[in-house]
């Protein structure tokens, strides 16, 4: 199977998957070489470490083009990648898919949000029309060069409208060709037990790290029949919170060694990037 078949399996067997954010290319190849089977191109991870802005939509269609044809060079796993509220209306969402499909997505989430969207575990959201929502899905699968591409709906109704028109949104978007349902930022762990019964098609559950859905376990979501579990930004909160740490010893001690618990090794660094790899190519063309 290509990775976009890969994908579309590992959604639909629906054992909870665990999908780790990236946001650039080494931590994409971290998620791989770690064993994760699918990764997530994290819009909030490429505005967050790439502009050192809030996910406010400040990252635009060739910020997270840029990333994902790094990233889709970088490592073989299938991509889900993050395109926000496709950019625009139903033909930005057409032209947004279109041009993530050529960077090398596998899946392309979309979102119904008004923009300027924002976290969807951030105050202040607002959506736009479900019919309006529904152009944008219609549009997203006429545009597939690739009929394996996989088109992710996420709605971020259940924080403005409630939990039962968040479902009922989510049913109209399978309905106009979503592959993958997403209802972001449930609040309770019952809304999380119900939602796989609700809905037909395979559903990804966000878990963020101090956000609004309460952090289940992987076998329990896997029971409850979700396809992918999300930790979008997981990676992105452990790389910040080791920064600190590293150059905290560095500010207080002037001085920080080869230590890991504080820094990888430089010999694990070279691996990562693989450098053995480039040196055997550099022989090869001498």
Known sequence: MNTKQQLRALAQARRGVIVPGAFNALSARVVEDLGFEALYITGAGVTNMGLGLPDQAFMGLTDIADQTARIRDAVQLPLIVDADTGFGNALNTYHTVRTLERAGADCIQLEDQVSPKRCGHFNGKDVVDAREMVGKIRAACDARRDSDLLIL????????????????????????GADILFVEAV???????????????PQL?????????????AAELAALRYGLVLYANAAL?????????????????QRIDEDPALVAPFAERQRLVRKTHWDALEQKYQ
């Open 153 to 176: 709906a996420r709605t971020d109704a259940a924080a403005v409208h409630g939990f039962d028109a968040a479902v009922e949104r989510a049913g109209q978007y399978a309905e106009a």
């Open 187 to 201: 609040t309770t762990a019952e809304q999380v037990r119900a939602l796989p019964a609700l809905l037909p098609q």
């Open 205 to 217: 559950i966000n878990l963020v790290i101090g956000g609004k859905t309460p952090i289940t376990g």
């Open 237 to 253: 909160q452990g790389a910040v919170a080791g920064m600190q740490r590293a150059l905290t010893v560095l500010r207080d001690h």
